[in-house]
């Protein structure tokens, strides 16, 4: 019997180092979600359920002569592009004008177009949109960009992503 009672006290000991323990890795944790940020996915720019609604009805060019502001597609790996991908655009004025950051808008085009510029906000500046890791379906997606100069002269281009599966 006595060898019995010092088990339940070993057993005893063990269950309330595990409960004081579990307290203070609880207590860690909860400190730790708090102080810590959270981690971040990339970006994410087109979601499946935008890539799946039906294609634009008719085709836009984006070609023409103008005095204004230019848009650049910057490090685009000749089309082998695989999603979180490093989604870079460069903006040039002329002239002495300056780029207007806020006159930036990025859509996505479809049967019902997508406005992709709330999620490209953050990271537009008058130098361009430079998105690390931006999300994006794979299959061919074709976004508009259009801003104007502190001129007032606009600029659009049109272009296709096309992002392969992983």
């Not at 597609?73 to 870079?88: M, R, T, V, Y």
């Not at 004008?97 to 906000?121: C, E, F, H, M, Q």
Request: proline share 7%; with cysteine; glycine share 6%.
């Amino acid at each position: 019997m006595h060898s019995l009672k010092f088990i339940w006290q070993s057993t005893g000991d063990i269950m309330s180092i595990l409960k004081r323990t579990s307290l203070w890795l609880g207590a860690f944790a909860l400190l730790a979600t708090a102080v810590c940020p959270p981690a971040k996915a990339g970006v994410v720019l087109i979601t499946q359920a935008e890539a799946n609604l039906p294609p634009p009805k008719i085709k836009v060019s984006s070609r023409a002569i103008t005095r204004g502001p230019r848009i650049e597609i910057a490090d685009i790996d000749d089309g082998k592009l695989h999603s979180p991908l490093h989604f870079k655009l460069k903006f040039h004025a002329y002239g002495g004008s300056k780029i207007d950051p806020t006159s930036v808008t990025v859509t996505y085009l479809r049967g019902s177009n997508v406005d992709l510029t709330p999620r490209v906000a953050p990271y537009v500046k008058a130098s361009g949109i430079d998105i690390p890791d931006a999300e994006v379906p794979a299959g061919e997606h074709a976004i508009r960009v259009e801003l104007k100069d502190s001129e007032g002269r606009t600029s659009q281009t049109n272009f296709i992503l096309a992002v392969a599966k992983n």
